[in-house]
């Protein structure tokens, strides 16, 4: 539920004609993912216990960077995508790093009869994979993001992967992992490929973000079918105490 300082986007915002996956976060939060949702104004962010994102307008104004620091409190720490952010006095920028966002209409999908549906009785076991594997955020209730997918070795979960931001029309593939012990086996690919294809019986077309230092993996996605749709940079602010 909104606070009372919460709320939707504001029309003009809302009639901008942009592509789905050029705005993910706020593209999931106005549908999909609403019940994650806290707004103000034009800004909004998942719920702490499900994501880290924050979603924003690609040029902030000063009452964006005020919504902002409401919604993320003093001294906040969040990330924001695109290049050229003007930081206001009293923000800090902390570090940055390239990424790519890459189309997956192509992929080949199948189901592999290996992968069983991951639920919360098995967050546990998923985080402790999340520490070993390190593929990026999964917080306690990021699985009620999507449907998640695992493969089992003698009953211990060994790979994984699943759905994340859900904007109309695509749903990104995230989580992506294999414990060092068990990578070369092409878990992942097969972990991929059947998230992918849940996403295709909906109709609907899958993406991924990766870092772009990250090349064996954008190489790895390449060759499953991913084509490369956007350049982008994640910079780290922190908000004024």
């Given amino acids: 539920m909104k606070t009372a300082v919460e709320s939707l986007a504001g029309p003009s915002d809302q009639q901008l004609e942009i592509h789905p996956l050029d705005d993910p976060v706020r593209q999931s939060l106005r549908g999909h993912h609403a019940r994650f949702a806290h ?3 034009r800004v909004a962010r998942y719920d702490s216990t499900v994501a880290p994102f924050v979603g924003h307008p690609p040029e902030l104004d000063d009452q964006d960077w005020d919504d902002l620091h409401t919604l993320i ?3 906040g720490i969040t990330g924001l995508r ?7 006095t009293g923000w800090t920028a902390l570090d940055h790093f390239g990424s790519v966002q890459m189309d997956g209409s192509a992929l080949e999908v199948a189901v592999d009869p290996q992968a069983r549906v991951l639920g919360t ?4 076991e998923i985080l402790a994979l999340i520490e070993r594997a ?4 999964f917080l306690p209730r990021t699985i009620e993001m999507g449907t998640y997918y695992g493969i089992h070795v003698d ?3 060994v790979a994984m992967a699943g759905e994340r931001m ?3 029309g695509w749903t ?3 989580a992506v992992c294999t414990d060092s012990a068990f990578r070369g086996r092409g878990l992942g690919t097969r972990l991929v490929r059947t998230v992918a294809a849940g996403i295709r019986d909906r109709g609907e077309r899958p993406f991924l973000h990766a870092v772009q230092s990250n090349t064996n993996a954008i190489r790895l996605y390449e060759s499953l079918g991913f084509t490369l749709r956007k350049s982008s940079q994640l910079t780290r602010v922190q908000a004024p105490r």
Avoid: R
């Fill in 121 to 124: 009785e098995d967050v546990p």
């Fill in 134 to 137: 390190k593929p990026g955020p």
């Fill in 39 to 41: 707004w103000v104004g």
């Fill in 73 to 75: 409190g003093p001294g």
């Fill in 172 to 174: 990104e593939i995230s």
């Fill in 82 to 88: 695109g290049f050229g952010h003007q930081l206001p």
């Fill in 166 to 168: 859900h904007p109309p």
């Fill in 155 to 157: 009953g211990a979960l």
